[in-house]
């Protein structure tokens, strides 16, 4: 989803979503021997991984933290060798009433680590051999999808059916009920890519999955999960349900922006198997205990089932030369860091802020979650430090590998890498469209061979250094990048995500929001000089009438001059609309389609202005009113050429406005 359920945080990020291979290595006789950077200080273990020393870091990492950035609750569990180690609360789960966070009851939303469980259900169909990973899921939904190419079951769960973003939906009303079905075949979107090519996160794609779970077993997916996944793994305080049943309605952490500010209403998420899960950190521990192999109540999944969904679920045959970097496993993201294995998954609503991780080698699990985004979004900080200072105090990193990429090498792929992006997790065929040129990733040449990339969906900025053909490993970090390249070498993709990826931004793309910023400018000064004009018009006429000066008669350019004026307020005025639309869709908030006809009637007589620009242009050129005139009716035409080439980029008069 646009900011929510997302699989963040940092490289698998949240949503969007959301590897790829090399093609060649362009070597040359007589090439120098590679020269590696000397490998960053590994982090070094400072703590033995027992209750005592975890609570002891978590008391020295936490509640100072959440103070500071205003974080109303956190809750935490650890497991290690078959046992819940610690399962902690800190802060309060209703500030107004002084309620602490207890990690036995107190209930927090997941977010996306929701769709973990999803996976899980769908393989428990799979194993029982109810459903297959590499069918049509039409055969099992029955739902006729506008797909250009078949979806499955692994499609799906490793974030690769194609679809783009969809935001319309995404957290309802508090108290309307949710119907999944409603929801899949209700404006589904696009499928812009072909599937098992792209990563592209996805939470249309794993509802769909969830829908599965509930077209085959004949029971209402939240039913299902209850039944067969959450109860016979001791999860007795966790559901999918909402609202909440009565039994846990009381005891769920309200959600808020900061802890000084007001509760937000119980978020209904539209596509429940993608993040509707309410749950205890004691509940999560059950769940990481069950997934390595150590249930605390009944088996739910076999050993070789579990080991299938951590495996990567697509291969290079598909993915290119994606197979080079974090791939997807069947639910899980590859997360791995310091020379080990691990599969996590993160999870973001409105309010809450969270992520489960396993190191299915070493037998150990971390959950951690926030009930607040907290100041200057706080817990997205907090959550990364406490995922990376689990890793670096208690599985400190191996010796780096160093570069096999000679220098001259470095540098023209650190050349050829530079330029701008967008997330392959994005909007391509609605207004929405507008959210990737407006935020463009950009990646610049730092130290003649390695390569700079800003923030973005899933990404935060770091420096990285090409330690194999095509392949990026972060500097001082653990994130991995993967460059696919087309038949002329020009990059494709840069997987930086297991379920997500960048793909450079096209000429097209790249000019329509600086066109369209342009254009405004302009159409914005006409505006405004047209009551000025006005008021100087008007008393130019009275003195001329004081002085028995005889007023000129209205010239042909009157009339174009007005209309011209009249576009560029429509304009501007659209603009103004269509900004408050962005504004009020990608904060989950609802909106009128009247609103949005509005901004697009608007525009598009911005847009026709353009006709009337011509028509103004040619009348002050015929009737020689001057060189300014004339010049300023030139600028005027551009700015209405750069209105209709960034809507026109941007969809902002498509007839389709579907989000």
Same mark, same amino acid.
């Given at each position: ?12 990020? %949240?949503?969007? %979503? ?20 000397? $490998? ?8 033995? /991984? ?11 990492? @936490? ?7 205003? @974080? ?21 789960? #209703? ?45 099992? =939904? ?152 150590? $249930?605390?109540?009944?088996? @739910? ?32 993201? #590859? ?24 190191? $299915? ?39 780096? =590998? ?24 994005? *909007? ?12 463009? @990733? ?6 003649? #061979? ?30 991995? &990048? ?31 929001? $600086? ?8 159409? &914005? ?77 608007? =525009? ?6 353009? /006709? ?15 060189? *300014? ?26 007839? #389709?406005? =579907?989000?």
């Amino acid at each position: 989803m646009v900011t929510q359920l997302s699989a963040t945080p940092r490289r698998r990020t %949240a949503l969007a %979503a959301l590897g790829v291979v090399v093609l060649t290595a362009l070597g040359a006789c007589g090439a120098a021997e590679p020269s590696p950077s000397p $490998p960053p200080t590994p982090p070094v273990a400072t703590g033995e /991984l027992t209750r005592a020393d975890v609570d002891g870091w978590l008391d020295r990492t @936490i509640p100072a933290a959440i103070e500071t950035g205003r @974080i109303a609750g956190a809750t935490v569990s650890v497991v290690h060798d078959g046992e819940i180690l610690t399962s902690r609360g800190f802060g309060e789960a #209703d500030v107004a009433g002084g309620t602490a966070v207890d990690p036995e009851t107190t209930l927090f939303r997941v977010g996306s680590v929701s769709k973990v469980v999803t996976a899980t259900a769908v393989m428990q169909l799979v194993e029982r051999g109810e459903v297959d990973l590499d069918t049509d899921v039409e055969q099992y =939904t029955g739902l006729d999808l506008p797909h250009e190419h078949p979806v499955t079951l692994r499609h799906l769960l490793s974030h690769t059916p194609g679809y783009e973003e969809r935001a319309a939906g995404l957290i309802g009303a508090p108290g309307v009920a949710v119907d999944l079905r409603q929801a899949l075949v209700e404006d589904p979107p696009a499928q812009v890519y072909e599937p098992g090519t792209t990563p592209a996160y996805s939470n249309y794609g794993n509802a769909l999955a969830g829908y599965v779970v509930e077209a085959v077993s004949g029971m209402p997916f939240e039913d299902y999960v209850d039944q067969n996944v959450l109860a016979p793994a001791g999860m007795t305080s966790s559901t999918f349900a909402q609202p909440l049943p009565d039994g846990l309605a009381a005891r769920v952490a309200q959600g808020y922006p900061t802890s000084d500010d007001a509760p937000i209403p119980f978020e209904m998420v539209g596509t429940p198997p993608a993040g509707a899960l309410s749950s205890t950190a004691t509940d999560m521990a059950r769940f990481m205990l069950a997934h390595l192999g150590h $249930p605390t109540g009944e088996e @739910i999944l076999s050993d070789a089932t579990r080991e299938l969904m951590r495996e990567p679920a697509l291969d290079a045959s598909t993915l290119g030369s994606l197979a080079s970097g974090p791939r997807m496993g069947l639910g899980w993201f #590859d997360e791995s860091r310091h020379g080990r294995a691990v599969v996590g998954h993160g999870g973001d609503t409105t309010a809450f802020h969270s992520h489960l991780q396993l190191w $299915p080698e070493d037998g150990t699990g971390l959950y951690v979650s926030f009930s607040s985004t907290g100041a200057d979004g706080a817990a997205h900080l907090l959550r990364e430090e406490v995922l990376d200072g689990f890793a670096d105090r208690y599985f400190p990193a191996e010796v780096a =590998t160093p570069s096999t990429v000679d220098a001259a090498t470095r540098a023209e792929h650190a050349q050829a890498l530079a330029g701008r992006y967008e997330s392959t997790r994005g *909007f391509h065929t609605t207004f929405l469209t507008v959210a990737g040129p407006l935020q463009p @990733i950009t990646a610049e040449v730092v130290e003649g #061979d390695r390569v700079r990339f800003s923030a973005g969906v899933g990404l935060l900025p770091a420096v990285y250094e090409e330690v194999e053909p095509w392949v990026f490993h972060e500097v001082d970090g653990h994130g991995v &990048l993967a460059v696919r390249t087309d038949a002329e070498g020009e990059v494709e993709l840069v997987g930086f995500d297991s379920a997500m990826s960048l793909m450079p931004l096209t000429t097209g793309r790249a000019v329509a929001v $600086p066109a369209l910023a342009a254009g405004a400018v302009v159409l &914005l000064l006409t505006a405004i000089a047209w009551p000025v004009g006005a008021v100087v018009r008007r008393v130019r006429a009275r003195r001329e009438r004081a002085r028995g000066d005889v007023v000129p008669a209205r010239t042909p350019v009157r009339l174009p001059r007005t209309l011209t004026r009249v576009a560029a307020l429509s304009a501007v005025l659209g603009l103004l609309v269509w900004g408050y639309v962005l504004v009020t869709v990608l904060s989950t908030a609802p909106l009128a389609e009247a609103v949005i006809r509005v901004a697009q009637g608007l =525009t598009a007589l911005g847009v026709l202005g353009f /006709l009337v620009a011509v028509w103004r242009l040619t009348a002050e050129v015929r009737t020689r009113t001057g060189w *300014f005139r004339v010049t300023t009716a030139a600028v005027v035409l551009l700015g209405f050429v750069a209105l209709s080439i960034g809507a026109n980029e941007l969809l902002l008069l498509s007839p #389709d406005i =579907t989000y």
